[in-house]
């Protein structure tokens, strides 16, 4: 990296840190800290409700997912926007009324302590791994593309996460993540725009949309009703709408964020922002892979794009092996190129040729054979390796084809998109611990007292998270691990906040016992491997759901 990569990178970060904790020194109460005194307005709510969920692995994994599979990853979000008319509506108001300071709280006050601390365990197991990924996967990306010592990257990132939501709280996270959300969209756009500008002189962008529909990239709709395919159009309505309903409504790492805002219309102003703009935005960092998957049918693309898996099969016996696939590889590609530029310029007389689409689609194919059977060599000189390197193709792209500049501009994105949702993250561990755990059990203290156990818990979670991502490299999937883990856990405790809003007949009893149950119901399904982990989240709901009912029918009827 140039001085210029690296003056953009460490100003971007260090601006926003230093901004937003300077911002909020003058937290003196546990309201300042944890609600930000409730001021928030509804822009800054949208903008930091975005920027939690739109993690580093977002931007450097998203591409890489429309580079191997299409578009089709875009209906995982076709359920966000009724489920936020959901929240506004049914959510919010209880919340905003309660004035409670977490979404768990809202069940001691509906049920009983013991509901609470079910749901708050819940999300406290799902959270902390999902945080603890949140650091690692850039880290290991950065450390094996760019060779940066992994442990050094964890550190600084676990390190500026801990310092600025100590000093800064509630309000340090809005502030800074309303910046870095604006450093992550510009930064998109301009790059987007760099590389549609730099496809090829024997294309361009309509040109690059016809050729990227021809191999199946631009597939967006999936109407196969399969409760195994991951992303489908009812997975995405049914399966994503009990998800986001679950993370924008019961998570308290997005619930804190819209908790501090300063009246019932600001917070529904700014949740109705994510669920508008959501999807655009994704749709506009899968083209972008897209983009890139039409870039690299003019430049040659490396056989796997994970450089650490590459690097340890030139070092093996299949060496050879691995070389030849290699060498097949750039024949094809070469034939692709031009079979591509013979098709676009036929595409600027108005003319489509089904023969050279449908050599296209056949050399397409023929690579995805070829990349198939390197993988399987990457298995057999290490079988512990992760083989999928959608995760590498998009930093593969700027490290190697972006100028000076625009290098340090992607890796601030990815490093701000790193430092919003894992600080959200962390933050929300810190005072779902200290205030749903520690105040329920020890209360009776005073404001100042909590203030110092959040904090506290602040630097406990935050070297918690920098532990797990230091050692979460023992196991493998990672990318979707943090999906999945949510999915587990989601569907009983959305399953305990439904019953709580609308069925007044189920009482404490009867809904503890039924999210213990369906927990473990829903841990048994998923080792058993049957089902889409968008599914899991509907079982659990609905399950939760059917369980308190009969239970508390069967207690009634007892008593």
Request: with cysteine; charged share 15%; net charge positive.
């Amino acid at each position: 990296m140039s001085i210029i990569d690296w003056s953009i990178l460490l100003i971007t970060l260090l601006f926003t840190i230093i901004y937003g904790t300077v911002k909020s020194l003058r937290n003196q109460s546990i309201n300042d800290y944890v609600m930000g005194d409730r001021q928030t307005d509804w822009f800054t709510i949208g903008m930091s409700v975005m920027a939690t969920q739109a993690s580093a692995i977002t931007f450097l994994s998203t591409p890489g997912q429309a580079y191997h599979d299409g578009m089709g990853f875009i209906q995982f979000y076709f359920g966000l926007p009724l489920a936020v008319i959901v929240i506004c509506v049914f959510f919010v108001p209880v919340y905003h009324k309660l004035k409670v300071y977490t979404a768990y709280e809202y069940l001691e006050k509906r049920f009983d302590k013991k509901t609470r601390t079910l749901a708050s365990l819940g999300f406290l197991i799902q959270r902390s791994i999902g945080t603890g990924v949140t650091i690692y996967a850039p880290a290991i990306i950065l450390h094996a593309t760019l060779g940066w010592n992994f442990s050094l990257l964890v550190l600084c990132i676990g390190v500026a996460i801990t310092v600025y939501t100590f000093f800064g709280g509630t309000k340090a996270l809005n502030i800074t993540q309303k910046q870095q959300a604006f450093v992550m969209f510009l930064g998109l756009v301009v790059i987007f725009f760099y590389i549609v500008f730099n496809l090829s002189d024997e294309t361009d962008f309509n040109n690059a949309l016809a050729l990227a529909n021809v191999e199946g990239k631009l597939n967006l709709l999936d109407f196969s009703f399969s409760f195994t395919e991951r992303y489908t159009l009812w997975n995405g309505i049914l399966g994503g709408f009990f998800m986001m309903l679950a993370y924008f409504g019961t998570d308290q790492s997005q619930v804190g964020r819209y908790l501090s805002g300063k009246s019932l219309g600001h917070i529904q102003k700014g949740l109705v922002i994510n669920g508008l703009f959501k999807i655009p935005v994704q749709f506009f960092i899968l083209l972008t892979g897209v983009m890139i998957f039409i870039f690299f049918h003019y430049e040659k693309a490396p056989l796997h794009f994970n450089p650490v898996n590459t690097q340890k099969v030139l070092n093996s016996p299949l060496q050879n092996e691995y070389q030849y696939m290699q060498m097949q590889l750039s024949y094809l590609q070469d034939e692709k190129k031009e079979i591509a530029t013979i098709y676009s310029g036929q595409l600027n007389q108005g003319f489509n040729n089904p023969m050279l689409e449908m050599k296209l689609k056949m050399l397409h194919n023929e690579e995805k054979h070829i990349r198939e059977e390197a993988k399987k060599i990457i298995k057999t000189v290490d079988h512990q390796a992760e083989t999928n390197d959608k995760d590498f193709v998009f930093i593969y792209y700027v490290i190697n084809y972006l100028p000076i500049g625009l290098v340090g501009l992607l890796l601030a994105i990815v490093f701000s998109a790193a430092l919003s949702s894992a600080s959200a993250g962390v933050y929300a561990l810190a005072y779902t611990s200290s205030l749903d755990l520690y105040k329920s059990y020890v209360p009776n203290k005073s404001k100042k007292h909590y203030l110092k156990m959040t904090r506290l818990s602040v630097l406990i979670w935050g070297g918690l998270s920098i532990l797990a991502a230091s050692i979460i490299n023992y196991f493998e999937n990672l990318i979707q691990l943090v999906n999945i883990i949510g999915s587990i856990f989601y569907g009983s405790i959305l399953g305990v906040f439904l019953i709580g809003f609308f069925v007044k007949y189920c009482q404490a009893f009867s809904v503890f016992y039924a999210g213990l149950f369906a927990q473990i119901a829903v841990i048994v399904l998923f080792c058993l491997n049957v089902i889409s982990y968008l599914w899991l989240v509907i079982f659990g709901t609905l399950l939760t759901m059917l369980i308190a009912l009969v239970l508390e029918f069967l207690r009634r009827r007892i008593k």
